[in-house]
């Protein structure tokens, strides 16, 4: 396969400067700069399996996984064979195409719908971002119930749209904003932000704004701000208390879809005894929808998807929407991801879960591994954390150091402690040795801190 020589004349720091004069703040997404740890951020040319490769030719086990969609691994050959055949065949059509509606078969069917058959959604629309497929479906709520508020709550992140970034978490909790400068108040006044895992806020907010709330958006699991999972029946008692008052609950998953199981966070919940059935009016997909590729959606109920156009009044549009090469990708990804591939991820989160608390442990920091499904990510704080407010208690302090021992021994963690942790079915023991390996240093990099 192809990989790109690095010249061995250039450094991630000569990159960063470079890339810095022409590119506003060197990168295209904040999360990318290591904005919070310090030092360039490596500038990559490649990647494969567990694997990325930089510009100085350094490969480092990579915990990112583009954060999130590269369940498979990196460039996986028969995600890749997908894409170049379709290539092949033209880039963009800006019309329909049957692999469209393949990718809503597959995953309406994944989902075990239609919902009268007990299934998540009955249909979708595919957008090419995670902040198009939440933006749309905000619209959609306000839209379908005439109301204008939305409820989110503080830490979770819905993408960059406007109503969305108030106490929003991923790079905003990282770079500490307590919201977006340019958001006119009006719109932000649209948003009330609530504190997570407490039905008892919720209920209050809409006693406060009886008939004016249209929805309540909320994170599968909460994993961008670290990993916090909803209490059981928490997402249940949403369900209801959204539908006691007439509003929409939209789910989230744009980080949990096929990635914790075959059926998201929602498919864990289902088959979990602890959790009590509830009943979703939208979802959003993104990330491992796409394979690594710009596909995103949303989907939900068929009475309110209806009130998209050209069917209904809710405008909504896309010249690259079911690009042809992403949608390839998505589905070459969820037909590959099979039970034993969600099996393999849950067994490497498990070990790194373990592996990385027995190194701390054994360094004296004090620390929780917070988690989700395969998802997890450090806590450096004695006691889980429940919302917003106690995961910024926690000593945030020692996970630049913790990154940089990583980094420095040959993996690659996200560079923020706001962020999960991503394994792929490509980690094999090679990259867990290196794992493991690098741990216990890091783990004492964190206690001098
Ligand atoms: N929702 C959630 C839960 C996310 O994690 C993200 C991105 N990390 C988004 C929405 C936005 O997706 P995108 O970056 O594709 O716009």
């Not at 830490?155 to 960059?160: E, I």
């Given at each position: 396969t192809a990989s790109p020589a690095p010249t061995g004349r250039t450094s991630n720091e000569s990159e960063f400067a470079r890339a810095r004069k022409v590119i506003s703040g060197g990168v295209n997404s904040p999360v990318r700069a290591f904005g919070s740890v310090g030092g360039a951020p490596r500038f990559l040319v490649s990647a494969s399996g567990p694997y990325v490769t930089d510009v100085e030719g350094r490969e480092y086990v990579d915990l990112v996984a583009s954060w999130g969609p590269a369940i498979l691994g990196h460039a996986h050959p028969e995600v890749v064979t997908a894409v170049q055949d379709a290539a092949a065949l033209g880039l963009s059509f800006g019309a329909t195409t049957p692999a469209e509606t393949e990718l809503a078969e597959l995953v309406v069917r994944r989902l075990g719908g239609p919902r009268a058959s007990g299934g998540l959604i009955d249909e979708l629309r595919l957008v090419s971002t995670g902040t198009e497929a939440t933006m749309t479906a905000i619209r959609l709520a306000r839209g379908f119930t005439g109301r204008p508020l939305l409820v989110k709550f503080a830490?979770?992140?819905?993408?960059?749209s406007d109503g969305l970034l108030a106490a929003a978490g991923s790079g905003v909790a990282t770079f500490g904003l307590p919201a977006s400068a340019g958001v006119p108040e009006p719109i932000a006044e649209q948003t009330l932000v609530l504190p997570y895992n407490d039905p008892e806020a919720v209920r209050a907010a809409f006693a406060a704004h009886p008939g004016r709330i249209a929805a309540v958006i909320v994170e599968a699991a909460a994993a961008n701000m670290g990993v916090v999972a909803p209490d059981p029946g928490y997402n249940a008692a949403l369900a209801s208390i959204a539908h006691e008052h007439g509003a929409l609950l939209i789910l989230d998953e744009v980080l949990t879809g096929f990635r914790v199981a075959p059926d998201g966070y929602w498919g864990l919940q289902k088959t979990s005894s602890a959790e009590p059935a509830y009943d979703v009016d939208l979802v959003t997909f993104g990330k491992v929808i796409g394979g690594g590729m710009p596909v995103a959606a949303v989907g939900g109920r068929s009475d309110v998807l209806e009130h998209l156009a050209p069917n209904g009044p809710v405008y909504q549009a896309g010249t690259l929407s079911g690009n042809p090469l992403a949608v390839a990708a998505g589905l070459a990804t969820l037909r590959l991801a099979d039970q034993e591939t969600y099996a393999r991820l849950d067994r490497m989160s498990g070990t790194l879960r373990a592996a990385v608390s027995e190194a701390l442990t054994a360094a004296g920091v004090a620390h929780t591994v917070q988690s989700a499904g395969n998802l997890f990510s450090v806590l450096f704080a004695p006691e889980p954390a429940r919302d917003y407010e106690a995961v910024q208690a926690q000593e945030t302090f020692r996970f630049p150091p913790f990154f940089h021992a990583m980094l420095d021994r040959g993996v690659a963690l996200p560079p923020s402690v706001y962020e999960a942790w991503f394994v792929t079915a490509a980690h094999d023991d090679r990259a867990v040795t290196r794992i493991l390996d690098a741990l216990p240093h890091a783990a004492r990099a964190a206690a001098e801190a």
């Open positions: 830490g979770h992140y819905h993408g960059h």
